[in-house]
């Protein structure tokens, strides 16, 4: 069984930037894609962005693009969303999760808030 656990949050300022982490135990890491999810409040939980196991393919949603990066070292077994640009549709809760043939393995989450 993995462990997840997400860290990194905070409140910040519209156009500001903050680096989500997500340390991982319990399984061979670097064996699987992984990814952050968002949930805002009174939303279903949104894919944010995913990377292959050798950080070599990554996808991001449309919302994200070109403002967010994922990124993992495999070595210390951790994931990283770097977020530049914010703004206040980007709070939410923000997870990380490993694909395993499904996404599972939810860590308990990072409060993210953006202020206008």
């Known amino acids: 069984q993995v462990q997840l656990v997400e860290s990194g949050g905070g409140l910040v300022q519209a156009g500001g930037s903050l680096r989500l982490s997500c340390a991982a135990s319990?399984?061979?890491?670097?064996?699987?894609?992984m990814g952050w999810f968002r949930q805002a409040p009174g939303k279903e939980r949104t894919f944010v962005a995913q990377?292959?196991?050798?950080?070599?393919?990554?996808t991001y949603a449309d919302s994200v693009r070109g403002r967010f990066t994922i990124s993992r070292d495999n070595a210390k077994t951790m994931l990283y969303l770097q977020m530049n640009s914010l703004k206040p549709e980007d709070t939410a809760v923000y997870y990380c999760?490993?694909?395993?043939?499904?996404?599972?393995?939810w860590g308990q989450g990072t409060q993210v808030t953006v202020s206008s």
């Open positions: 999760a490993i694909f395993d043939g499904s996404w599972n393995s």
């Open positions: 319990g399984r061979t890491f670097s064996r699987y894609i």
């Open positions: 990377i292959n196991w050798n950080a070599g393919t990554t």
